[in-house]
């Protein structure tokens, strides 16, 4: 099937600054080729809560911290403000795409709009992976916390349990629809916020130990990276990618946002940036109130984060801690589930992800429940790795590199799309030559980051890892990529995608229109 044409002068100029609530959204949507089979119900805070709750600076305090002190010291922190200035670039491309096409799964629907179904629908099949997968890290870690809040060392298989029973709770609050499921994240990250800006504040105000010229000193840790600083500093700038994605997630939710063309950019930039201002300052606030910074430099400490907080607050503030950390993770859990799931959604119902007719249906609720179960599946299956240490690292070192792999494949359409002249953007936002810039600079960003997290390093690694632990990022997105192209020409599913069809006129496949109830 031939590339679509250049989008039409309506769908260019789009309809985002239209008629707005209910009705708008659901005609907004239809323009878009689809019917709003989700629950639109979420305010903008509620969006927000999605993209705050995957980001979560708890997750990823925890996600990073220790390593960065490890390979960079003290001064590792001045990562986070590079990345999170990166990222607000990403945030920026990504506002002008879902201002004017507000749909779920946007990697998938965005790239086919801009480049052509086969890109589409690759750029889809790359970020399917690295959430589902993506999702197995966050419950695998998770695990640990529910333990440590009874007392009890696990073992392998009891942590894999763990782990499946947090996956399939996530699914069971996620399939009774998108209230239930905003209802439970907002407690979580109302609690997770509260008690992040409060410890953080405190160990800034009032344990502090060490002077803020602590934050000029490596410890000696670039010795890892063979004695080179910028070396230490470009691994850094890899680990502390993690902290700050998942704000897309706000846009897996665009269906079931009112008012999505303007309030879903919005959301992701609330979430980006307030995650990104706690995560500094609690990066900060450990680093200045913990006890031995040499003793965490040299890795003998595998949760520095904690015992800065239980030295200074006191014994009885562990189990308080412990539980507030457990239900961060959890609702990044739960938000990333859903996100999973909406976007398995928006593949299947064009007819183009295997076992279509089972993975685009939608329960009594409105949730998902097809894309559901399947996320839930592939993310459970592949808890099994976590019998196996070696393999379960391995996994979560793919899901970090391939979390950065849709960004650049969309920060490119969108930079291509516009030197072509077939894209324009037409939604509520609309930066014209500072819109191009900016993507010049997001595309160069995310390919730098892409490559350097999925440069192979032994640092990252366990000592004596194998070798394919420490080229787990590479071969992990060469496998996903690679499986991808073989059922793009063996299945050819781009051939079921119709170009995009002007602003008015829905867009639909035959297979889509025929799974259509009458």
Known sequence: MPLPPPPSPADAVGRSDGPHGPDGDAVRLASLGYTQELRRSLNVLGNISMGFAVVSPVVALYAVSMIGTMIAGPAWVWALPVVLAGQCLVVNVYSELTSQWPLAGGPYQWGRRLIGPSFGWLSGWVWQFAVMFGNTTVAYLASPWV?????????????????????????????????????????GIAGEAIASVLVGLSLLLFFRKHPF?????????????GGSVPLAFLTVLAVAGWAFIGFDACVSTAEETKDAGRQVPRAMWWALLSVGAVVILNAVAVAVSYPDTATAVAGKDIDPVTTAVV????????????????????????ASQGGAARGLYSLAR??????????RKVNGRQAPIGGLIASTLVSGGALLLG????????????????????????????????????????????????????????????????????????????????????????????????????????????????????????????????????
């Open 350 to 359: 064009d007819d183009v992800f295997p076992f279509s007719r089972q993975v």
């Open 311 to 334: 030295t200074s607050f006191g014994s009885w503030s562990d189990k308080p801690f412990v539980l507030v950390v457990l239900v961060s993770f959890l609702a990044c859990a739960m």
């Open 213 to 225: 010229s602590l934050f000029t000193h490596t410890f000696g840790a670039e010795a890892l990276s």
């Open 387 to 518: 019998m196996n240490a070696t393999a379960i690292g391995s996994l979560i070192a793919f899901g970090t590199a391939a979390t950065f792999v849709p960004f650049f494949l969309v920060a490119a359409a969108a930079l291509v799309a516009r030197l072509r002249g077939t894209w324009v953007p037409g939604g509520h936002i609309r930066q014209g030559r500072k819109g191009t810039v900016l993507n010049v600079i997001a595309v160069a960003w995310t390919g730098f980051e892409v490559t350097n997290v999925c440069w192979p390093r032994a640092v990252l690694a366990p000592p004596g890892a194998p070798w394919y632990q420490i080229w787990a990022a590479p071969l992990g997105v060469a496998v996903v990529l690679g499986a991808g192209a073989a059922y793009l020409m063996a299945r050819r599913p781009q051939e079921k995608i119709r170009a995009a069809a002007p602003e008015g006129a829905p867009e639909r496949t035959a297979a889509a229109a025929a799974s259509q109830p009458e």
């Open 147 to 187: 333990f440590a809040l009874i007392g009890v060392t696990p073992s392998p298989g009891a942590m894999v349990a763990v782990s499946m029973a947090i996956v399939l709770l996530c699914a069971l609050v996620n399939a009774y629809g998108i209230g239930f499921l905003k209802w439970f994240v907002s407690a």
